[in-house]
C-alpha cells in the first residue's frame, strides 16, 4: 500500500511558477525507490491526463504540451516527489494528482496507477 498527499498548488498568473509536492508512505517492508511516479492532471470539463512519469531508475517522460517548462524529479531519501513548472499557461489549470505504480512496464502503458493522491489545485491567471 501507498499513501501520497500532494502539496504546493495556488494561484499564479500567466509565466510564473510552482513546484507541487508528493509526499509517499509507503508499507513496511516495502521500498519507495521501486515505485514507478507520476503526475496527471484534470481541468474543468476534460479526462484527466499524464504530465510526466519518472521511473525507477529516474528515467523522465511528459506529454508535449509541458516539455521544456516542467521537470519531474525524485528524492528517494525523502520518498517524495517533484513537479517544477515554470512559463505557466492559463491552460495548464487543472487539479493536479499524483501517482504510484509498482507494476513492471506499467510506465509504457495507459493503465490507471495503482494509487492515487487526492490532488492539488493550480489556477493560472492571464
Known amino acids: 500500500q501507498v499513501e501520497l498527499v500532494e502539496s504546493g498548488g495556488g494561484s499564479v498568473q500567466a509565466g510564473g511558477s510552482l513546484r507541487l509536492s508528493c509526499a509517499a508512505s509507503?508499507?513496511?517492508?516495502?521500498?519507495?525507490?521501486?515505485?514507478?511516479m507520476a503526475w496527471f492532471r484534470q481541468a474543468p470539463g476534460k479526462e484527466r491526463e499524464r504530465v510526466a512519469t519518472?521511473?525507477?531508475?529516474?528515467?523522465?517522460s511528459y506529454t508535449d504540451p509541458v516539455k521544456g517548462r516542467f521537470t519531474v524529479a525524485r528524492d528517494n531519501a525523502k520518498n517524495t516527489m517533484y513537479l517544477q513548472m515554470n512559463s505557466l499557461k492559463p491552460e495548464d489549470t487543472a487539479m493536479y494528482y499524483c501517482a504510484a505504480d509498482g507494476r513492471p512496464g506499467w510506465v509504457r502503458s495507459t493503465i490507471a496507477p495503482q494509487y492515487w493522491g487526492q490532488g492539488t489545485q493550480v489556477t493560472v491567471s492571464s
Open positions: 509507503v508499507a513496511s517492508g516495502d521500498r519507495y525507490s521501486a515505485y514507478c
Open positions: 519518472i521511473d525507477s531508475v529516474g528515467m523522465t
